[in-house]
């Protein structure tokens, strides 16, 4: 028996190592994605190599480890403080301004319906009954291309955009907009899933775009997107402009950062994560939570923000955001 729990030890001490080393090693390697573009691809997965530092640290000394001066723990360290810098900025940043009493209010709901969404009908009904003023859509299309459809009454302006063919992005809305346009053709690259429509109200008009990203594996695509549609937001009144939509970019990588410093907008969603959501189902294997913050809103200087919320899991492998905004 002894000789069993020593080779347990040993195996737990192990395994402690081998998870602190792949953490330190990938934290570290993310860290150089702000000069990689292909590196940065890692900072996505920051919590994960925060999560493995710290759980090779705390096993390291369950076993026994007392040493601070060997691999294990210092390994688990790097981890830790690289995964954590790389993290903590979102945390801590503003964002956006907080509301005054008395001024009109958006209610906007932001979601990638997923083209093989296992609820549609219950989808319909979650957005039917959220009174949303304006409902930005990602893969409205497949099992989930009926759901635009079924909103006609309640949302009876629906715009998408002409290019890629199909477009998988579509803005819904209450208001009679004054003009909209599918900003693909404009790319520089490939077509840009994005379309712009515009309303006037009392105060003024405003714009909210809608925006679907490629994956940021491999790199370049992603970030010619953000290019582009920085360009389609500065060619609008910076402080009225709303921006939603699924960019595939977590807020800790330095990707998404560069995106927020050239779109010049505050993003009113903050750590909030929306992907995976559960899905039981013969497409892929259910997660009991999220953990990866890739659907983000972004709002203008007059805009001030009321709330930010996550929705319920409805059949998406995406959870919809549904924020509030006044001006």
């Not at 001490?13 to 934290?27: D, E, I, K, N, Y």
């Amino acid at each position: 028996m002894p000789r069993l729990i020593a080779t347990l030890v040993v195996l737990l001490r192990l395994t402690a190592t081998a998870m602190a080393g792949v953490g330190a090693v990938a934290a570290l390697a993310a860290t150089a994605g702000w000069l990689n573009d292909s590196l940065d691809a890692l900072t996505h997965f920051a919590p994960y190599w925060l999560a493995l530092g710290l759980a090779g640290l705390l096993l390291w000394f369950a076993t026994g480890g007392r040493d601070v001066k060997t691999a294990t723990p210092i390994a688990g360290a790097v981890a830790v403080l690289l995964a954590g810098g790389l993290i903590l900025p979102e945390l801590v940043r503003s964002a956006g301004p907080q509301p005054t009493a008395g001024r009109e209010t958006l209610k906007l709901v932001q979601f990638n319906l997923w083209g093989r969404n296992t609820d549609p009908e219950g989808s319909v009904a979650w957005i039917r009954a959220q009174k949303a003023d304006v409902v930005v859509l990602e893969e409205a299309f497949g099992e989930a291309g009926g759901v635009a459809r079924a909103l006609a009454d309640d949302f009876p302006y629906q715009t998408s955009c002409a290019e890629p063919d199909p477009c998988p992005v579509m803005i819904l809305s209450r208001r009679e907009p004054v003009s909209r346009e599918g900003l693909g053709a404009a790319s520089a690259g490939d077509p840009l899933p994005a379309v712009r429509v515009t309303w006037r109200t009392a105060a003024g008009e405003f714009s909210v775009i809608g925006a679907h990203y490629i994956w940021p594996y491999p790199a370049g695509p992603q970030q010619e997107m953000t290019r582009d549609l920085a360009k389609a937001i500065h060619s609008l009144p910076a402080d009225s402009t709303i921006v939603a939509g699924d960019f595939n970019s977590t807020p800790w990588s330095f990707s998404l950062r560069r995106q927020d410093r050239l779109f010049g907008l505050a993003r009113r969603t903050r750590a909030l994560a929306t992907w995976p959501a559960a899905s039981f189902s013969r497409y892929q294997v259910g997660f009991p939570v999220p953990f990866l913050p890739i659907d983000h809103v972004y709002a203008g200087s007059a805009w001030k923000t009321v709330s930010v919320e996550r929705g319920p899991k409805l059949g998406s492998d995406h959870y919809p955001v549904v924020v509030v905004l006044s001006r």
